[in-house]
C-alpha cells in the first residue's frame, strides 16, 4: 500500500555517504583481485558508512539510509577479511613449502604436471 506524505511533510531520503558506501563495497569485491584496488575500495566503504551511520543517527530522522549503510559496512568488511584469508594462505603455503625436503617439494611441483614425471 503506497503511503502518501502529509502536506508540509518530507520524506526521509537516503543518506549520500550511505549509497557512496554500499557502491564501494560492491565495486571493492571484483577489484580485490586487481593488485590490491578492492582493499582501498572496502577500506573506503567502511570509512563512509561508519561515517554516514553516524550522521543518520544524528539526523534525528530526517535522513535515511541507515540499511544500506550496514550493509555497505558488511559488505566491504567481508572483503576486507577475505583479503586477510589470501594473505594467510598465501603466506601458509609458502611456510609448508619451506620447511619440505627437497625431494618432496619436487614432487609436489611435479604432481601438477604429469607429463614431465
Known amino acids: 500500500m503506497n503511503r502518501i506524505p502529509l502536506p508540509g511533510t518530507t520524506t526521509a531520503g537516503a543518506n549520500p555517504l550511505a549509497i ?35 550522521q543518520i543517527a544524528r539526523s534525528g530522522g530526517r535522513e535515511g539510509g541507515g540499511g544500506i549503510a550496514m550493509i555497505g559496512l558488511i559488505v566491504g568488511l567481508a572483503s576486507i577479511g577475505m583479503v586477510l584469508l589470501g594473505v594467510v594462505c598465501y603466506i601458509l603455503f609458502f611456510a609448508i613449502l619451506m620447511f619440505l625436503p627437497a625431494d618432496q617439494y619436487y614432487s609436489l611441483l611435479l604432481a601438477g604436471i604429469p607429463s614431465l614425471m
Open 20 to 54: 557512496i558506501s554500499l557502491v564501494l563495497a560492491v565495486l571493492g569485491i571484483p577489484l580485490i583481485f586487481c593488485y590490491g584496488c578492492g582493499v582501498v575500495l572496502s577500506v573506503a566503504a567502511v570509512f563512509a558508512a561508519v561515517i554516514a551511520r553516524h
